[in-house]
């Protein structure tokens, strides 16, 4: 069976997709034309079609296979993002402020090329295949959103891959063990005492205290955790101060962490508090801490889907394609599917020096792709599903 030939026969498909999507994007759980679309195309190809409620967008395509077997779920991410395009593209976003800049697009085209392949050939393999086009990745709430109605249920293995810049678009990576970290957030509210700026002693600043704490949680990273392990606690936002001549008596930060470390993540929210609360106590002021886990760690640990899926690149394209890729400290909800069943999460390379903006980072405003690399994409996809339901 030559997946090769047939996800280059499609070639066209996948790229008006891709094309159609980023002209039409749509931010997190607001993905309904998105979704529309989508259930259209699997219609179209006679796919049985399933979505979800309470009003959730997204849905899950189902083909089976010729007798009973396992099931294996593929996942494509469908937001967008709040970034205004600046790529000149002829097919660039037709809603201002709104652009498909992490790729998304790419991930829908390439799961709709091998739903159509998959769908094709549902005679020659066993089991079943769930097509799961996910909302909400970017707010990392539809993974869950979804797994509380269900879309995990029965399922026995799950797949999904990232467009990058990272490496060229003649390039794929499969590898194993950690491959995104643990993104976690959190506000903190610090309450002084106002009183006139020529009489601070008055007072209680906020403010000043504030200071102290940034400083206090950066010991976390640099003096509790394992060096050898990385860890991030940022303060992304601070607001506080009412006018230049009064001491404040409210600041309220907002911040993330990033870890690989799950049980050095379940320690960090204690950390923040204790830390937080006794600078605060130390300058007259109290602090409070709300604190929400998000997405966990993306780990490769099955390292026979590591093998099924790098075993489909050497059939495809050669060992050659196959490249290494240094963890990165972005997050995914995927990890959450991860945590219901084993998985296997890669990326796909698509950077050309003779496509301007293919170089640049996922969510910059002038962030494209080499469409070439989604031939291979959904190609591999394809291959990686008979591979593991025929248990090669």
């Given at each position: 069976m030559d997946i090769r030939r047939k996800a280059k026969n499609i070639k066209d498909y996948i790229i008006e997709m891709r094309r159609y999507f980023h002209q039409n994007p749509e931010l997190s759980l607001e993905e309904f034309e998105t979704t529309k679309k989508i259930i259209e195309e699997l219609n179209k190809m006679?796919?049985?079609?399933?979505?979800?409620?309470?009003?959730?967008?997204?849905?899950?395509?189902?083909?089976?296979?010729?007798?009973e077997g396992k099931t294996l779920l593929l996942r494509a991410d469908i937001d967008a993002l709040s970034v205004l395009e600046k790529t000149n593209l002829?097919?660039?976003?037709?809603?201002?402020?709104?652009?498909?800049?992490?790729?998304?697009?790419?991930?829908?085209?390439?799961?709709?090329?091998?739903?159509?392949?998959l769908n094709e050939i549902k005679e020659s393999f066993s089991g079943t295949i769930k097509l799961f086009f996910q909302p909400a990745e970017e707010i990392g709430m539809g993974a869950k959103l979804a797994i509380e109605q269900g879309v995990m249920d029965n399922v026995d293995a799950c797949y999904g891959v990232h467009v990058t810049p990272r490496f060229a678009s003649s390039k794929i990576n499969m590898q194993y063990g950690e491959r995104m970290a643990a993104t976690d957030v959190f506000k903190?509210?610090?309450?002084?005492?106002?009183?006139?700026?020529?009489?601070?002693?008055?007072g209680h600043d906020a403010i000043v205290a504030s200071g102290a704490i940034i400083t206090g949680l950066q010991t976390i990273v640099s003096r509790i955790n394992n060096p050898l392990k990385p860890a991030v606690v940022t303060i992304g936002t601070i607001k506080g101060g009412q006018r230049f001549n009064i001491i404040a008596n409210e600041v309220v930060?907002?911040?993330?962490i990033r870890t690989f470390d799950e049980n050095f993540r379940k320690?960090?929210?204690?950390?923040?508090?204790?830390?937080?609360?006794?600078?605060?106590?130390?300058?007259?002021c109290t602090a409070k801490l709300e604190y929400r886990y998000g997405t966990g760690v993306v780990i490769n640990k099955d390292k026979n889907l590591v093998d099924i899926a790098q075993n489909a690149v050497k059939k495809l394209y050669g060992e050659e394609t196959l490249v290494?890729?240094?963890?990165i400290t972005g997050g995914e909800d995927f990890s959450l599917l991860m945590e219901k069943v084993p998985g296997i999460f890669g990326y796909i390379g698509t950077k050309n020096p003779n496509i301007p903006g293919s170089e640049k980072i996922n969510h910059h405003?002038?962030?494209t792709v080499d469409e070439e690399a989604l031939i291979r994409g959904t190609a591999v996809a394809t291959q990686f599903t008979v591979d593991y339901l025929e248990g090669k």
């Open positions: 006679g796919i049985e079609v399933s979505t979800f409620k309470n009003g959730l967008t997204g849905c899950v395509g189902t083909i089976k296979g010729a007798k002829e097919f660039a976003s037709k809603v201002k402020g709104k652009m498909h800049a992490c790729g998304h697009d790419c991930h829908i085209a390439m799961l709709l090329g091998a739903a159509k392949i903190l509210t610090v309450e002084g005492v106002s009183s006139h700026g020529s009489s601070p002693h008055l930060m907002e911040g993330n320690e960090i929210e204690n950390y923040i508090r204790e830390i937080s609360e006794s600078i605060a106590k130390a300058h007259g290494e890729m240094e963890k405003e002038c962030f």
